[in-house]
């Protein structure tokens, strides 16, 4: 894709599309004339979005899918593969714990955020590449975050699931580009978006569902984003990003000063101190 304009169409798949930045995605990709397959756990907000898309005149089909689960991503595969060869795949869903010492984290925390987080990208870049690999053409969008640039403590499970997901996009590329394949993956890093991600434990499954964060736990993970950037804001962004052909997509321009510091410690054997560290109290 080398303009916007030429959205017009294409036909784009969207996961954790029901909420914060995945519903920006798709209130962008419509008005642009994109048609839309959108994936979500969230069967009632996924028919809100819908309901709010067909309104407008986007060609929407909604796949409740659990990114974690690999066959009902290969269903949502299947879906998407019967509307039309697809263009655009954004591998947005995500979770995060509620902060605290990493010590504390159980291993069902563990597989939850890096099931939804890293292993949702897997399965989806395994679902999805193979037909546009065979096309040589299509555009894989992986999101991950501004703590792949910089790290944050107290969020062990989600920072770690970030940097393996930026590892996981630029092995991906690289093979790619080895195979001589047009197919681009691009990876977002969003900075603060005033979202629902503060609550993610409502989406988690009943089999590893674990410790409900505290009110005070939620507090300050709703401080860490709110002052953020919309998800409509982020996904514009991150769209301008596609079209320019950018491999990283940073929404927020002064996590670029966090990636400099960090690799400026690494020149010298030292960590930066963090710099936005979540309130721990
Ligand atoms: N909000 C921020 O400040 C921020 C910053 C950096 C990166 N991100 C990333 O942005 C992405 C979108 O998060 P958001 O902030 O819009 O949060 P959100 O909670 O508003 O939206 C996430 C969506 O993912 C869905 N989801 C959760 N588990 C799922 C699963 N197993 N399968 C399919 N869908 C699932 C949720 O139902 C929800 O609709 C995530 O990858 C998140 O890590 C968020």
Redesign the pocket.
Known sequence: MSSIEELKGQLAVV?????????GLCSKLGEQGARLVV????QK?LDSLAADLRSKGVEVTTVL????KRDEVDRLAAIAADIGPVDLLFN?????EAPQPSSGLTEDDWAWVL???LM?IVHGTSAFLPAMIERNQGTIVN?????ALGSVGFVAA?TAS?HAIVGFSESVQYELWQRESAVKIVVS?????????A??A??RPAEAEGRKPSEAELAIMTAH?SH?IS?EQAAEIVLAGVSRGDFYVVTHPEDLDTATRRYEGLMTGRLAPPVAPIATE
């Not at 994936?39 to 969230?42: G, M, N």
């Open positions: 996961t954790g599309a029901a909420s914060g930045l995945g519903r994936a979500d756990v969230e907000a899918t659990d990114v974690s947005n869903a995500g979770v995060s099931g939804v987080n949702g999101t991950a975050s501004n703590s989600y970030k890093l969003p900075g603060a978006m005033s979202t629902r991600m609550d993610s409502r989406n984003i953020g998800g």
